[in-house]
């Protein structure tokens, strides 16, 4: 028996309205993945660009020019990490700035040495890398061939043009603290006094004072030495030589308390250079000439000078033990006599020279190293003074280049 055809239900024909709605619908759908695309799309590349100029820009950033050389963020960083390696990490803010002449000067010494025909070779630079187990990388070879250039200049260039002799003198130096003092220390001296001696009892830069050796003129410290140095025979003792741009370890406290209590007490000083001065102020003091005053004309101590002399309240250890000894054992509003304090940095002060021999001399293997790089200093000044450097780094870059080497860490 022949199965019963299943009756097909006649397929409904969607009206024009119909039609229309689901025409729209679609359309309505399409928008929403458009524009969820475009979103999307909108998000990856803000995120990009973001990146891209957060990240990536700032590193191709010309930050230095040399003439006409030029060196980008990407370098400056990874110059500022590579001399920052063994350092404790917060040395890469002290190393900023550092870091930046490090690179003006080597571009400096690798365009003026090239002018003079002085070359590093790229073997040379290999064969250190690889004996220094170090990376190999430009910042890396740029530190090394810095090196090596710096080595053949001072030897290869500026020291082959020395002259075996020079006219020099053989001195004999010490820094007193004052003319008075240095009255009495030349008459000691021409009383037989031995200058060493005398060095340890009266000079108040003993790392300065002593036998300097045969000097030329070029390398004295200063031309106050220098000429009077070259001026005087063999023997003689020059007259006290007062300069004011010295530096000493040593100053004369005049010290008044006026007021204390158990934790402490509220003090005003005047730091004087030597004790002939400490005398004579504290003598204007004894005849009623007012203290702030004073201070502010004579005292040394840079933290008060300008306040009348004042310090504020104190506690012991604020300041040296010297002061401390004397400030909290005075009566109130008593101006103390000077004490002398050794840890106090005071300027001016007497030098006393004496010249031992003088005449053409050899030059002595210290003496070419300090002339040698005395004459580098020289010229690598004169690179700077007709070159173009253009530093671009202000604080905001050069912070943000510190965290980039941190971040590495």
């Known amino acids: 028996m022949a199965k019963k055809q299943k009756k097909v239900k006649p397929r409904e024909v969607p009206t024009k309205r119909q039609l229309s709605k689901w025409q729209r619908q679609t359309k309505i759908r399409r928008i929403i993945i458009i524009a969820t695309a475009v979103f999307l799309g909108g998000i990856l590349g803000y995120v990009g660009y973001s990146y891209y100029n957060g990240q990536i820009k700032p590193l191709r950033e010309v930050v230095i020019e040399v003439n006409d050389n030029s060196f980008n963020m990407d370098y400056y960083v990874k110059m500022l990490d590579a001399q920052t390696r063994d350092m404790e990490p917060n040395y890469a803010y002290y190393m900023a700035d550092q870091v930046v002449r490090y690179i003006e000067d080597a571009e400096l010494m690798k365009q003026g040495a090239n002018n003079l025909g002085i070359v590093v070779t790229t073997q040379e630079i290999d064969e250190e890398i690889n004996k220094n187990e170090l990376p190999n990388n430009k910042v890396y070879r740029d530190m090394i061939a810095t090196s090596l250039l710096g080595e053949k200049l001072l030897g ?29 220390v030349i008459t000691k001296i021409g009383d037989n006094g031995d200058f060493a001696t005398l060095v340890g009892e009266f000079s108040c830069n003993p790392q300065l004072g002593g036998d300097w050796g045969w000097l030329p003129k070029e390398l ?34 005049l010290i008044e308390v006026t007021d204390k209590d158990e934790e402490g007490i509220n003090a005003r000083a005047i730091l004087l250079g030597s004790e002939q001065e400490a005398q004579e102020v504290k003598a204007k003091l004894d005849s009623g000439e007012d203290f702030a005053q004073l201070a502010e004309e004579y005292s040394q101590h840079e933290a008060s000078k300008d306040d009348g002399g004042n310090l504020g309240w104190l506690k012991k250890g604020d300041m040296s033990g010297t002061f401390d000894d004397l400030a909290f054992g005075l009566p109130l509003n008593e101006v103390s006599n000077p ?40 010229w690598l000044q004169e690179q700077k003074e007709s070159s173009v450097i253009n530093n671009y780094l202000d604080e905001e870059k050069k912070s943000w280049a510190i965290e980039k080497v941190l971040e590495g860490r």
């Open 156 to 184: 290869d260039y500026f020291g082959s043009r020395l002259p075996d002799t020079m006219e020099q003198a053989h001195i004999q130096v010490m820094l007193v603290e004052s003319k008075e003092v240095a009255n009495s």
């Open 220 to 253: 004295m410290p200063n031309t106050l030495i220098a000429d009077a140095a070259f001026s005087l025979e063999p023997g003689e003792v020059s007259q006290p030589i007062y300069d004011e741009s010295a530096t000493k370890s040593v100053g004369y406290w």
């Open 339 to 378: 004490v002398k304090d050794e840890s106090a940095q005071t300027k001016g002060g007497c030098w006393i020279v004496k010249v031992v021999e003088k005449g053409e001399h050899e030059l002595g293997e210290e003496v070419k190293k300090m002339l040698t790089s005395n004459d580098f200093a020289e």
